[in-house]
């Protein structure tokens, strides 16, 4: 499946969320990842999530979709990580 990721923390869990995040998916904006991810993934994901963010004050918000196919993509301005594969 494909997904679009997005949260908001606190300032001391920031970068274990990135570090986190990069692992499994693509990191194209501040606080921002798409890409690629199996259920099992996901679930270890958000399971790993879960350890670092305080539910009461943090937030994450996961889009999913079947395929990036089925979605528009149009970037305004300064793209910040490329997520084309070269080979």
Known sequence: MYIILVYDCGEK?????LKLCRKYLNWIQNSVFE????????KELKFKV??????ETDSLIIFTSRNEKWLDKEIIGCERSSTDNFL
């Open 13 to 17: 869990r920031v970068g274990k969320m």
């Open 35 to 42: 890409g690629e991810i199996t259920e099992v993934k996901l």
């Open 50 to 55: 879960s350890e670092i963010m305080d539910e």
